[in-house]
């Protein structure tokens, strides 16, 4: 996997990095309340049985049903997912956050995992 | 009067507790052994410690707190926390005591001093706890716990100083709770990382090992880097690491590092701090 060289650069801003903010919390709840609640096993099963029933039945809205069904984890997440809630999803489906990883850099599983750690080494105020 | 008798910095990942499981079961993967090993001096130095209570600040990972309703600063008044299920199934550990005798005076006097806690009756502990606790101690587990859950993952979160200060009130608050025990501060936040975005896997070495070395006798060095800055160089989640400010306050300014260590195995910098007050 190519590192773009300086993978430290606009920290907050999307694609390096999503930060997870009240409003955007307050945007995108029902996807929120939706990936938070696969933490139970039922829901999980109700997923794998119905997954448009119980999309409809958390409220997503067409964008967010269209997100889910691609397994589109960097669009769920740019679209006000909270990571931690988006990769309850994936670990539902069979993917680890090493995938959600590798899909947000555009990358292949494998070839994330080669590069892993991406090492920068800065002190406060250092750049490179 | 109870005795705060030592703090630990300590970083937490959920690859840390699968590691453990696994460890133990089939040995230690090459690059988890010397977090294995690098953390046995600190439960050598725990056991001659002894302390009777452990204060864990630390935060959790959307497995018990839901955005229903979002606690910047939560505490665990309750008898007993369950180990929360993060979607894979408990680890084979039990729950950990709590002491609701002690957590509330405790939380008196953290509200007279002006931190509004959130009080939960029921709360379950994510890796944020249980990734490190056998790491440090053997179950059963030999101290009973005050959890004080904090807000990492919804910004606006709290700043550095707030942190600092729940540390120096949480000093007064032991030391005033008329009882007698012996009470261990842990401060708990994942080191350098970052798990989203582009700059997923991202870590900082040199950042992790200035920071375990500030953090015993610099905090104000470390308190006046402000927090969008730490997040520029060690990644976003890396701000977790504020809360081990609130264990350096909750210690004197004389306590003393005993013991630290760093490894770097996958995507999360892992490091340890033991610091020691005076003749305890």
Known sequence: MSDDGDNTRSSFDPPHAYLFTGE?????????????????ARVRARFAAAPEALMEEYGLSEQE???????????????????????????????????????????????????????????????? | MSTIVGGIGIAHTPSMGYQYDKGMAQGFDPAWQPWYDGTRPVKKWLTELAPTRAVIVYNDHMNYFDLATYPTFAMGMAAHFPQAD?????????????????????????????????????????????SWLPYLFDAPWPVAVLPIAVNMLMHPIPTPQRLHALGAALREAIRADGRDERVLVIGTGGMSHQIHGTRFGTTNEKWDRYFLDKIEKDLDELLAIPSHEIMRIAGTDTIELTMWYTMRAALGASAKKVYSFYTAPAVTGCGVIALAEPDR
């Not at chain 1, 960097?74 to 006000?80: E, S």
């Not at chain 2, 950990?96 to 001093?113: F, H, I, S, Y």
Request: net charge neutral; glycine share 10%; proline share 5%.
């Open chain 1, 65 to 128: 049903k269209a997100l889910v069904r691609a397994r589109d984890w960097t669009g769920l997440v740019a679209h006000g997912g909270h990571h931690f809630n988006v990769i309850k999803i994936a670990a539902a489906v069979g993917e680890s956050h090493l995938h959600v990883g590798a899909h947000m850099c555009g990358a292949r599983w494998e070839d994330l995992k080669q590069a892993l750690p991406r090492v920068v080494n800065l002190l406060p105020g250092e750049r490179r």
């Open chain 2, 86 to 130: 993060e979607g894979y199934g408990l680890r084979p550990f039990p729950g950990l005591d709590g002491d609701p005798e002690l957590a509330w005076p405790v939380a008196r006097a953290l509200v007279a001093a002006g931190f509004d806690l959130t009080f939960c009756q029921e709360l379950e502990l994510d890796h944020g706890v249980y």
């Open chain 1, 24 to 40: 955007i919390c307050s945007r995108s709840y029902a996807l929120n309340r939706f990936a938070f609640d696969f933490k139970h």
